[in-house]
């Protein structure tokens, strides 16, 4: 009894001795695009409270712009298809107030490249002025047309398919994650949900910015 105890005991003592050694494994670091970032590249930290990744997650940012400022990693003219990145190579996006400076056929093409270049199930995060706010028009640069909620719809291949315009519209297929708006004026967001709704939808100058997430499909 007194030997089974003993052998007992030590392999208990290895295992603990295991375990104690054993490392947990590395987390794989993360790809992210920041497209026309500019001077204002998101941090790992703006990632994290935007909710884009889990706090402590390995990442890397790479920020793409044409000119070649503070914050900016990869040059390359966002107009200009393909991007200069692999298929399927990227983890997740974030764009903030880029996708209003293409014009409609270069946002089909911009939506097939992210299709392209994101993993599966990977997702998008485009922040843009709404298309009823001055914000939309006041930057000369600013393409035509305006983005409102129903522009995401054109990619979603589903949608597209059901509406028979899959013939001119791309490959790209999204799903809508959420949508989020910024307000002109703070006082709307005292205001009952169904004030604030209608507000959005019948005047002008309510909303300043939409934030849209996209699941790729």
Same mark, same amino acid.
């Given at each position: =009894?007194?030997? @089974?105890?003993?052998?007992? /005991? *030590?392999?208990?003592?290895?295992?603990?001795? #295991?375990?104690?050694?054993?490392?947990?494994?590395?987390? #794989?670091? &993360?790809? @992210? &695009?920041?497209? %026309?970032?500019?001077?204002?590249?998101?941090? +790992?930290?703006?990632?994290?409270?935007?909710?884009?990744?889990?706090? %402590? $997650?390995?990442?890397?940012?790479?920020?793409?712009? @044409?000119?070649?400022?503070?914050?900016?990693?990869?040059?390359?003219?966002?107009?200009? @298809?393909?991007?200069?990145?692999?298929?399927?190579?990227?983890?997740?996006?974030?764009?903030?107030?880029?996708?209003?400076?293409?014009?409609?056929?270069?946002?089909?093409?911009?939506?097939?490249? /992210?299709?392209?270049? &994101?993993?599966?199930?990977?997702? =998008?995060?485009?922040?843009?002025?709404?298309?009823? *706010?001055?914000?939309?028009?006041?930057?000369? $640069?600013? #393409?035509?047309? +305006?983005?409102?909620?129903? *522009?995401?719809?054109?990619? !979603?291949?589903?949608?597209?398919? &059901?509406?028979?315009?899959?013939?001119?519209?791309? !490959?790209? !297929?999204?799903?809508?994650?959420? =949508?989020?708006?910024?307000? =002109?004026? *703070? $006082?709307?967001?005292?205001?009952?949900?169904? $004030?604030?709704?209608?507000?959005?939808?019948?005047?002008?100058?309510?909303?300043?910015? /939409? /934030?849209?997430?996209?699941?790729?499909?």
């Amino acid at each position: =009894m007194v030997i @089974f105890k003993t052998i007992f /005991m *030590s392999l208990l003592n290895q295992k603990s001795k #295991k375990k104690k050694n054993h490392k947990a494994p590395k987390r #794989k670091k &993360l790809l @992210f &695009l920041d497209l %026309g970032c500019g001077e204002n590249k998101i941090s +790992p930290e703006g990632l994290y409270q935007n909710a884009l990744i889990e706090e %402590g $997650t390995p990442v890397e940012i790479l920020g793409v712009d @044409f000119h070649k400022v503070k914050g900016v990693d990869k040059i390359h003219d966002l107009t200009k @298809f393909p991007y200069p990145f692999k298929k399927e190579s990227i983890d997740g996006i974030f764009s903030s107030h880029f996708i209003e400076h293409l014009d409609g056929p270069e946002r089909i093409k911009f939506f097939d490249e /992210m299709y392209r270049i &994101l993993k599966p199930g990977a997702k =998008m995060r485009l922040i843009h002025p709404y298309y009823k *706010s001055s914000r939309a028009i006041q930057d000369p $640069t600013h #393409k035509w047309p +305006p983005i409102c909620e129903e *522009s995401y719809q054109y990619w !979603n291949k589903n949608w597209r398919t &059901l509406n028979k315009l899959g013939h001119y519209l791309g !490959n790209s !297929n999204f799903e809508i994650v959420n =949508m989020t708006y910024s307000f =002109m004026d *703070s $006082t709307w967001l005292q205001k009952s949900s169904e $004030t604030t709704t209608f507000a959005i939808r019948h005047y002008f100058n309510v909303v300043a910015d /939409m /934030m849209v997430d996209l699941k790729k499909i």
